[in-house]
Each structure stands twice: as structure tokens, then as C-alpha cells.
């Protein structure tokens, strides 16, 4: 098994594959480590999950995937990829990407593993403020409305983007992981850290991300991508059906914090959406397929 | 400059009395050793999601009861982005878009709070904006030795509160009196030390002039509301009452000579106060055009905040100054003075109310915490008095009780002040203890009279004055341990033989 490098394990590197990060060593086991207990591989995605990774391992695999590039490869490579809903596992110790979609999900060869393993790793912890279980009021009954997987992808593009540059400041050569040569003053640290430390897609992330945070775009850009996001919440209704079935690349599970599983059949790539917290469906569905 | 009229809004910053920080277990505690309070969460490192503080929240909600606020049903934070070396992160975690209390008030005595000839003390409403709960940065040290600026992660995210006023001060005095009060309710409530020196009390002054209601302008005479507000700008940077004052006082000066002369041209910008030369100036750059980037925090879960927890914060809060002036004055039968000193001051409140338990004598103790205590805290030039109130119940028990004289008890109080001794075991082994053997007093005034023969006769003669040098004498070889009534007695006693 191998848990992805943005996951800590006390006393190895942990990149998140970024040049930024180079060198620093995770201080303490992130919660789903230490309930696996188990020796786990080290594996190594693209930049904070930014771009798409070279190939996949060839055992099970913990990682986060906000933009889809490990669901599309897994559908492509007749592999597995099981996305819980939103909160059910701990995020302790996973470096964040965009933090209202990261959720550690498992990349498998058998999907009956990948659900034992979910049992394994969902519990709750108190040291993820924002797992399941808190204590908001009742939203209002959803309205349905159709919004295109192109809007969709814009969505997940403007606030992923938005909640990335900030994810990264932090990334600034003063405290941990990489510190560019040569600095000058604190500008310099900032800069040159920061031009050699992130990559290209890091980069586009971050000036994307300031921009529509900015005050000139907040408003026409960043709050209403965020009611669009609610709308789509609103648009996915299950009283029909349990299930969804979409393209493995589509964003409306990361953008609803639904949970899905992702597979190809017949040649052809899948992923399927359950209700929060209705993974068991996830795996009747595609038993049923079979 | 009476044609002028300064508006001032604050933003005063409290750190919160909790024991930990606000989104990790550090402790949140002054003075410890640099880094010593610092975990991989308030060190900035990926992968630890903040986890709320319950405790700061209540004490949000203390802060919103005593000012009227109205506090949010459903409360959430935002990410606050800049860069700068002691912001771990990269942002700063704050309420912007939906903060715990808004549109609350505070009544201000003015004029010191002293009573009008009717009898009444005139008050002001300072009106809130609201309060927010954030997380305090860490501090920057700057090492002239190795030319070096080192950072240090404390503080960083030690939980605060802001507290943001709309526009309704006219007069240094008012924000004087403002911080008075806040102080006095934030500390009493046990939500904050308020320490300005220490740093947990921090205040920034919004500044701006403009013409006075009934200056003669092109437009005549205005309503005070109507006239418009001038430039404004924020001074940052005063750690006492004083230099809050002098600033204000310098600031207002500034902007109304701008008007006056064109001399200079306001913009609007954050200046700093120097405190040394007493002026303040402009932090020129980047600090006047940062654009923050808020945006909520999608990992933190909107707060739910009910009535029941609410109303059970409520319950759970300390006394206030006004409830322990009347149980002072009511209770305690203190004078009105007394009351009002130490009813304005948690320190002082603590400490008559640590003494009383060990010593239930309250006038006494009220006395020497007003008289004795409050001079040596003058001399010692610090915000607050730390002394072991067992000693000084003692020290005081042993002055009632007649084992010393007030005098020698001056004294004492000034070696468990600073050193810390036991004063009970100090009179015995110093052999401090007043004498109490009538025979051996006796001895000693006849000995002064022999001895001064000649000033003795100018008493006979009628010179009342001589007394006191004899009385005086006789103090001197008793080593100052007698009880001074009992020597002034037996002298008259003697000399009118």
C-alpha cells in the first residue's frame, strides 16, 4: 500500500510534490497513518495535486484529487477510485490543496478492498475541525436546476484556485522546506523562494487565485462562483435514484462533497455519485453492473 | 483651534484570558522563553486543521453581554491574507464577513467621572460597530549584534478580540475614559488582563478633523452631523494611556495645521507614533495599499452560538466593578472612595478580596491597599500589583493587634513587597515586636527626662512644642518598638508630676 507524499508519515519527506517543500520532514503521523499503523510506500503525485502525475503505483494508494486527474487515470488504467463524502475522513496531517474539497480518497485494484479500507480510515477525530458532524442548521429544500459540467469545471477552477494561493503563502522560505539562495532582503526572500520554489500550474494557481480573491473581482468572480457552487449542491437530488453517473473527470462530487467511485466499464470511463455518507450504494451499484 | 472639531473611531485589540491558543493546545500564556510555545500548527506547517477554541468563543460572548451587542446566531471566520515574517501562514484567521457581536454600546464617565453640582455624573454612549474574534501574529525581534531579525511564534495565535467603534469620539479624554472602561469591564469579566505594557490591550486610533458646528465657513454654521469628515487617517503603535493622549493630541494638530496652512497635503494612511520624539509618521510602502484578499474559511464550520449557551456564559460570569462597589460599600460598609478605587480596578479587587479571606477585617485591609499598596506600585512603575496576600493579611493582622507599630508595619510591607518574607517569623527574629512591658516603657521615659533636664523646664515654662522631641527621645532608644500612645502618655504622666 502507499499513501500519497502530501500525507505526513513522522520522519519522511513530505512534498506534496513541490520544489517548495523540498526538504521538509512531516513532524508527526497524519491521523489515517496512524490508524493504518502498517509500513506504507511513499508515492509521489503532481504538485498539490495540481497536474496530472506520470503514472500511477501498482498496489492501493491514499491520495487527494480535487482536480480529477487521478479518477480519469484510474477509469483509464482499469483501476479504482473511491472519493468519500466530504469530512468523513480526517484531514490532520494531509497538506491541503483547496480546503473546502480535500478529502483523502483510496486508488485501488478491487473496489470490495478499497470499501474495507474506507471503514478503516473513516473515523472521527477531533483534531479536523471540519469533519462531519457539526452542528449547522437545516439548510432550506433544494430547488433543481441544470448547471452544465463546463460551469462546473469553471467553479471548481475559480475557488479551488482561490483556496490554493492561500494554502501556499505559507510556502515562503522562512520557517520550513525550501529557501532559495541568494536572498537579499525580505522581498527577495519572498520572490526568489517563491519563482524557484513553486511550479508552472502552482504559479497560475496562485496569481488566479489572488485575483479573483482581489477587491476588484471578489464580488463578480469568487462570491458568485460560490453561489454557483450552492446551486449545483441544490441540483443533485437522489429521490429518484440513488445513484449518479457522470464522466470520471466531472467536479460535481469534489464541488458537493458527495462521495463517488470511479472505475471504467465496458471500455467506457465512470464514475458514480451517492448521497452523503451512502458509499455502501456506491459498491451495490457497481456490483450490479457486473 | 476652536473652529476645528476631531472625530476618532478605535479599534482596540484584546488578547483573550484563555489558557491555550485559538486553534491549537499551545499554551497562550506571556513571558515564556522565545519558541517555547509553538507547535507544527502555530509554526505555519501544512496539514493541521484548525480546531476552535470553545473557550475563546465564550469569552467573545462575555464581551458581547457587557457591551449590549447583539451576538450572531451563526458565526464564521475568514482568511485574511498578507505576507509578512511573523504571520506564519501566510494569512491571518479573522471574522469579517459574520463576526460574533455587532452594534453594541459602552457608556463613558466623562470628565473623569466626577459629579456634576446636581449631583450627576455626565456620561457618554460610545457605539460599537462590532466585535471580532482573530488570531494574534507572533513578534519580530531585531538582534543589533548579529544585524539579524529573528522571529518569535508565541504569540501567533494567541486568540483576540476587536473590538471596532463607529466614529464617536471627539476628544483624547473620551478615548481615555473609553479604554478606563473597557479595561475595567473586559478585566473584572475575567475575558482579558488588559495589560497595555505587556501588550494584551492595543489600541488604534481612526483620526480625521473638520470644521466645528458654528465656524464660520463659507457655508455658515453647520449642525455638528452634517459637516462633512475630513481626511483620515489610522495611528498604530502607542502601548500606554499616555501616549495614546499624546498622540491623539499630536495627530489632530497635525491635520488641522494642514487645513489651516496647505503646508501639507493629507492623504489617507496608517501612521506610526513615536513615542521618544513624540510625533508620528507615515508607514510609508506596501502597509497603505494591501489589498487583504478575504475570503471565507472553508476549514472552519460556521459556529452555532444558542441562547442556552448564551444565557449559561451569562451565569457563569464573575462580578462586575459596579457589583463589587456595592458590595464593597453596602456589604463591607468601605467608604464611597475607597470603594471607587478598588472597584475600578481587578487587580486591586483581587487582591482585598484574597486579604479579606485570610483576615476578615475590610476597612483595615482597604486602607493599606489604598494607601501603602498603591504608592509602592507608583514606585515600582508597573501595571500591576503581584503580592502574596496571605503575608499581607498577616502584616496588617500584626499592626491591628498591637505586635507592631504602624510605622515598622510601612516598612515591612515594603521587604514582602519586594523580597517576599514571612513578616510574622521577620518580627521575631528582628526582635521587631513592640514592647509590651509597661516596667521597661516606664524606664526609659524617666531616663529621657533626667537626661534633658533643660527641655523639660522649658515645658514646665509652657512650651507644649518640646513634647514631641522628648516623646521622640524616648521612641529612639525603645528602638522604635513602643506603641507611641502608650509612651506619649506616660511622658505627659511624668512631666506633669
Known amino acids: 500500500m502507499y499513501v500519497e507524499e502530501s500525507i505526513m508519515q513522522k520522519g519522511l519527506p513530505a512534498t506534496a510534490g513541490s520544489k517548495s517543500l523540498e526538504g521538509f520532514i512531516a513532524p508527526f503521523d497524519a491521523t489515517v497513518v496512524t490508524l493504518l499503523g502498517d509500513k506504507t510506500g511513499r508515492f509521489k503525485l503532481g504538485e498539490f495535486g495540481l497536474s496530472k502525475p506520470k503514472q500511477l503505483p501498482d498496489g492501493t494508494l491514499l491520495c487527494n484529487d480535487v482536480f480529477g486527474h487521478i479518477r480519469r487515470m484510474a477509469a483509464e488504467n482499469g483501476m479504482f477510485y473511491i472519493r468519500p463524502t466530504y469530512g468523513t475522513v480526517s484531514r490532520y496531517g494531509l497538506i491541503p490543496t483547496a480546503s473546502s474539497m480535500d478529502q483523502i480518497g483510496i486508488l485501488c485494484k478491487d473496489p470490495n478492498e478499497g470499501f474495507a479500507l474506507l471503514e478503516q480510515i473513516a473515523v472521527a477525530d477531533a483534531k479536523d475541525g471540519a469533519m462531519a458532524g457539526n452542528t449547522l442548521p437545516k439548510e432550506e429544500p433544494p430547488r433543481k436546476r441544470d448547471i452544465s459540467e463546463e460551469i462546473q469545471e469553471l467553479v471548481l477552477t475559480v475557488l479551488a484556485y482561490a483556496e490554493i494561493s492561500n494554502n501556499i503563502s505559507r510556502y515562503d522560505g522562512v520557517k520550513f522546506g525550501f529557501r532559495a539562495a541568494g536572498c537579499t532582503g525580505l522581498e527577495s526572500l519572498y520572490t526568489k523562494t517563491r519563482t524557484e520554489g513553486l511550479g508552472l500550474e502552482a504559479k497560475l494557481a496562485a496569481v488566479t487565485g489572488c485575483a479573483v480573491l482581489s477587491q476588484e473581482h471578489y464580488e463578480t468572480i469568487y462570491v458568485k462562483a460560490m453561489k454557483i457552487r450552492r446551486l449545483i449542491k441544490e441540483s443533485v437530488r437522489f429521490d429518484k435514484a440513488e445513484i449518479v453517473k457522470v464522466t470520471p473527470g466531472s467536479p460535481l462530487a469534489v464541488l458537493c462533497g458527495l462521495p463517488s467511485l470511479t472505475f471504467s466499464h465496458k471500455g467506457e470511463g465512470i464514475q458514480l455519485i451517492a448521497n452523503v455518507s451512502n458509499e455502501k450504494a456506491l459498491l451495490s451499484e457497481w456490483e450490479a453492473m457486473q | ?497
Not at chain 2, 109 to 129: F, N, W, Y
Not at chain 2, 163 to 170: A, E, G, L, W
Open chain 2, 1 to 497: 483651534m476652536k473652529n476645528y472639531e476631531t472625530v476618532m473611531g478605535l479599534e482596540v485589540h484584546v488578547e483573550l484570558a484563555t489558557e491555550s491558543k485559538l486553534f491549537c493546545a499551545c499554551s497562550a500564556k506571556f513571558g515564556a522563553e522565545p519558541n517555547e510555545n509553538v507547535c507544527p500548527a502555530c509554526a505555519g506547517m501544512p496539514g493541521m486543521p484548525a480546531v476552535l477554541n470553545k473557550r475563546a468563543v465564550e469569552l467573545g460572548i462575555a464581551a458581547g453581554l457587557l457591551t449590549n451587542s447583539e451576538i450572531a446566531n451563526v458565526m464564521t471566520f475568514d482568511k485574511k491574507n498578507y505576507f509578512y515574517p511573523d504571520l506564519p501562514t501566510g494569512y491571518q484567521i479573522t471574522q469579517l464577513y459574520s463576526p460574533i457581536c455587532r452594534n453594541g454600546s459602552i457608556k463613558i464617565p466623562l470628565c473623569g467621572g466626577v459629579a456634576r453640582s446636581d449631583g450627576v455624573v455626565s456620561e457618554k454612549i460610545i457605539t460599537l460597530k462590532q466585535i471580532h474574534i482573530e488570531e494574534d501574529a507572533g513578534k519580530l525581534v531585531h538582534d543589533a549584534r548579529t544585524e539579524t531579525t529573528l522571529v518569535d511564534f508565541n504569540r501567533a495565535g494567541v486568540p483576540l478580540i476587536e473590538i471596532v467603534s463607529n466614529p464617536d469620539f471627539r476628544t483624547a479624554e473620551e478615548v481615555v475614559a473609553y479604554l478606563g472602561k473597557l479595561r475595567s469591564l473586559l478585566s473584572f469579566a475575567g475575558i482579558s488582563d488588559c495589560k497595555m505594557q505587556e501588550g494584551s490591550m492595543r489600541c488604534d486610533v481612526n483620526i480625521s478633523v473638520r470644521r466645528a458646528a458654528g465656524a464660520n465657513g463659507a457655508h455658515g454654521a453647520q449642525d455638528e452631523g452634517e459637516a462633512p469628515l475630513g481626511v483620515r487617517t489610522e495611528i498604530k503603535n502607542m502601548n500606554s494611556l499616555k501616549a495614546i493622549a499624546a498622540a491623539i493630541r499630536y495627530e489632530s494638530q497635525r491635520h488641522i495645521d494642514a487645513l489651516e496652512t496647505g503646508c501639507e497635503t493629507l492623504i489617507q494612511e496608517t501612521r506610526r507614533w513615536d513615542d521618544d520624539k513624540g510625533e508620528t509618521f507615515s508607514m510609508r510602502g506596501k502597509e497603505n495599499l494591501a489589498d487583504y484578499r478575504y475570503f471565507p474559511n472553508p476549514e472552519i464550520m460556521p459556529v452555532c452560538i444558542s441562547q442556552d449557551w448564551i444565557e449559561a456564559v451569562r451565569n457563569s460570569m464573575p462580578k462586575s466593578s459596579h457589583e463589587i462597589y456595592n458590595l464593597l460599600t453596602k456589604e463591607y460598609n468601605l467608604p464611597e472612595y475607597d470603594g471607587k478605587i478598588i472597584s475600578n480596578n481587578k487587580n486591586l479587587a483581587d487582591i482585598f478580596e484574597q486579604t479579606l479571606k485570610q483576615y476578615p477585617s475590610p476597612r483595615e485591609i482597604a486602607g493599606w491597599i489604598i494607601v501603602e499598596l498603591l504608592s509602592l506600585q507608583k514606585e515600582d512603575n508597573k501595571e500591576e500589583i503581584s503580592i502574596d496576600c496571605g503575608k499581607f493579611a498577616k502584616l496588617i493582622e500584626l499592626v491591628d493587634n498591637k505586635t507592631i507599630n504602624r510605622n515598622v508595619g510601612k516598612k515591612l510591607l515594603v521587604k514582602v513587597f519586594e523580597e517576599g518574607i514571612d513578616p510574622v517569623s521577620y518580627v521575631e527574629e528582628n526582635k521587631l515586636g513592640l514592647v509590651s512591658d509597661a516596667g521597661v516603657i516606664e524606664d526609659t521615659v524617666r531616663a529621657v527626662l533626667a537626661e534633658n533636664g533643660k527641655t523639660v523646664e522649658e515645658y514646665k515654662a509652657g512650651s507644649q512644642k518640646v513634647l514631641g522631641f522628648l516623646i521622640g527621645q524616648a521612641m529612639r532608644k525603645l528602638g522604635g518598638k513602643a506603641d507611641p500612645a502608650i509612651v506619649n502618655s506616660l511622658m505627659t504622666k511624668f512631666l506633669e508630676e
